[in-house]
């Protein structure tokens, strides 16, 4: 039975590693004429300071929208990339953890393939996307790409 894939996601985070996922992603989007989707996974770190106040979420989303704009310009055409940011953690719900949050955003745009970087976030916030990356792979209903 062949494979049908009308939504590829890629998780990324701002870092090489999630760049090259996503490459990855559009070129498996363009292979099966398929959207890619690319979640921007912010991290623990970011994700306690826009709760606190240190820092503003606007200017989060609009350096996040910038990293997504640079993701969507890498698909060829024919490929429409759509894209959306979430909170990597919580302080309020205890199983809110990147792995989730991606198995999550998969349901929600009903996605039939994954494409997750293996190497982690920035030093500063820890190996989240690593980390991740092994929940998803664990745990995914659909075909998962680890690069």
Do not use: C, W
Not at 3 to 22: C, E, Y
Not at 114 to 128: A, F, K, L, S
């Amino acid at each position: 039975m062949p494979l049908t894939v009308d939504t590829v996601l890629a998780p990324v985070d701002g870092t090489d590693a999630s760049v090259t996922a996503a490459e990855y992603a559009v070129t498996v989007a363009d292979r099966y004429d398929a959207d890619a989707h690319a979640l921007y996974v912010l991290g623990e770190t970011v994700t306690r300071a826009i709760g606190t106040g240190d820092v503003a979420e606007d200017d989060v989303a609009a350096g996040t929208n910038t990293f997504l704009n640079e993701i969507a310009a890498l698909a060829p055409d024919g490929v429409a990339v759509d894209s959306s940011i979430a909170y990597g953690f919580s302080t309020s719900r205890k199983r809110q953890h990147p792995g989730s949050v991606i198995l999550d955003a998969a349901a929600d745009i009903d996605a039939d393939f994954v494409v997750i970087p293996r190497e982690g976030m920035r030093e500063e916030t820890g190996d989240v996307l690593e980390r991740a990356a092994e929940y998803v792979l664990l745990y995914a209903s659909q075909p998962v790409l680890s690069v």
